[in-house]
């Protein structure tokens, strides 16, 4: 079973800092990996998505995230911050399963931006 | 283009009520899969449809229910309801499942007293 671990319920970071949220997942298969951002009130958007190739992959708003297989992490980043940045972000891993695939997500992480 | 519409937004119910949700996916997607978000964590699988048919269900009682209809637009029903059911519950559309991407609309928002 795939399961996704994000450390840290709560990221604090001052405006212009660098954004660094963890994310590790279990998969007995080569995973699909995705990023979402979900704020106040709302669902939830698509930031970024690993399938295959490239392992740096780009997101919107400035965010990316690098697929590490040894390490079976999936780490968001964004080199500065910005106060609209502040939101929960969840990881979710992607597997297929007897003909379907559903996202399994870790618990979130909210992110709190300081001026 | 319309995302992912999801109605009512709120929803109020007492315990041993019903209620249908409803979701209506992006033009041109053919699966939806439905989530369940308690606070203060993330979505929970419930359900995925494809072409009208249940592709797979997640760890989830008798009680929840969904269906899909020929314009592949969704519902999804819980019936006699528990304190517990209160939740964010998510519609999520994609071109046709399997690895592809999950679209989520706003979602709707359940309180059971």
């Known amino acids: 079973a795939q399961s996704v671990t994000q450390l840290g319920s709560h990221v604090s970071v001052s405006e212009g800092a660098l954004v660094l949220l963890r994310c590790n997942y279990s998969?007995?298969?080569?995973?699909?990996l995705f990023w979402y951002v979900q704020y106040p009130n709302q669902g939830l958007q698509l930031l970024l998505k690993?399938?295959?190739?490239?392992?740096l992959v780009k997101g919107i708003n400035g965010f990316e995230a690098e697929f590490k297989k040894s390490e079976t992490s999936f780490h968001l980043t964004k080199p500065s911050a910005h106060m609209s940045d502040a939101a929960e972000y969840f990881c979710?891993?992607?597997?297929?399963?007897?003909?379907?695939?559903?996202?399994?997500f870790g618990k979130g992480t909210m992110l709190l931006v300081s001026p | 283009d319309a995302g992912v519409t999801q109605s009512p937004t709120h929803l109020i119910k007492t315990r041993g009520q019903q209620v249908t949700l409803r979701c209506s996916p992006i033009?041109?997607?053919?699966?939806v899969s439905w989530y369940q978000q308690v606070l203060g964590q993330g979505p929970q699988f419930i359900f995925q449809?494809?072409?009208?048919?249940?592709?797979g269900r997640g760890n989830f009682p008798d009680r929840f229910s969904a269906r899909q209809f020929p314009n592949y637009s969704s519902e999804l029903n819980v019936n006699a309801l528990l304190l517990g059911d209160s939740a964010l519950y998510l519609c999520?559309?994609?071109?046709?499942?399997?690895?592809?991407?999950?679209?989520f609309g706003p979602g709707t928002r359940l309180t059971v007293l």
């Open positions: 999520a559309s994609s071109l046709e499942g399997g690895g592809d991407t999950q679209y």
């Open positions: 690993y399938t295959t190739g490239a392992t």
């Open positions: 998969s007995s298969v080569p995973p699909y």
């Open positions: 979710a891993v992607s597997e297929a399963n007897s003909g379907y695939s559903t996202l399994t």
């Open positions: 449809y494809y072409e009208k048919e249940e592709r």
């Open positions: 033009s041109g997607h053919k699966s």
